[in-house]
């Protein structure tokens, strides 16, 4: 069985909602890392500060390599923030790098989605890998019950994306918070970050949209497989 059969359209809405939140993040960022803060402040130095205040000065803030590779890896409890972020004193770099801080403080509060989400890495990086050849060996095989686990082993994926959401939006609203309650950031500064960290937050929304149309298109295929 064809894994593109009649139910193919599942891929459209993911596909095209992921290059729209692609280009948008990169239009914007393009646009506001060309805009300077008013504190001046580094990404790297605006991190420290809410990391500081928070009591968190234990915590390296650390440059990586890329483009956008900003992260918080919460097994070493440290930032890593891209190069342009780290140095740079833009509006983007500060957002950005108070994203990657907001991650830290929900680590420190144990946000609920956070554990969840850290719960889910392991069996989430082996779904990622095992689901796609599981389904196709069920299918050309004709093993309905492997097509089957290969479904529920592609829901982990998609529950692991469902629960980054709350993550990603409450990281978010976290950065803009510290930012302006420790004057990082002007009043009119806010809406530019806002923005920053909306269009990074639309291609999480992006990539589980996908993965769920993606689960439901293999769901289809194999109730097909259970009915021939």
């Known amino acids: 069985m064809m894994i593109l059969d009649q139910h193919w359209w599942f891929f ?7 290059l729209y939140a692609q280009m948008k993040l990169s239009s914007t960022y393009n646009k ?34 890329g483009h956008l590779t900003d992260h918080y890896d919460p097994i070493k409890k440290a930032l890593f923030l891209s190069s342009e972020n780290y140095h740079g004193r833009s509006l983007a770099a500060v957002g950005v790098a108070a994203h990657e801080a907001g991650h830290a403080l929900q680590h420190q509060a144990a946000y609920a989605p956070l554990k969840i989400r850290m719960a889910l890495v392991p069996i989430t990086n082996f779904a990622s890998q095992a689901a ?38 409450d990281a978010s609203r976290r950065a803009k918070e ?50 021939d």
């Open 32 to 65: 506001y890392v060309q805009v300077g803060n008013a504190s001046g402040l580094s990404g790297a130095e605006a991190a420290r500060e809410i990391l500081d205040r928070a009591g968190m000065s234990a915590m390296p803030v650390q440059e990586v390599p």
């Open 178 to 227: 510290h930012l302006m309650r420790w004057g990082l950031i002007q009043n009119r500064e806010s809406q530019a970050v806002g923005k920053v960290l909306n269009a990074a937050a639309l291609t999480y929304v992006a990539a589980m949209v996908q993965s769920l149309f993606t689960l439901l298109h293999f769901i289809m295929i194999a109730r097909g497989s259970d009915r």
């Open 132 to 169: 796609f050849w599981i389904f196709m060996l069920g299918m050309f095989m004709s093993i309905a019950k492997l097509a089957t686990i290969g479904v529920i082993v592609f829901g982990i994926i998609t529950l692991f994306q469902m629960v980054t959401l709350p993550v990603e939006f």
């Open 12 to 18: 459209i809405p993911g596909l095209v909602l992921g």
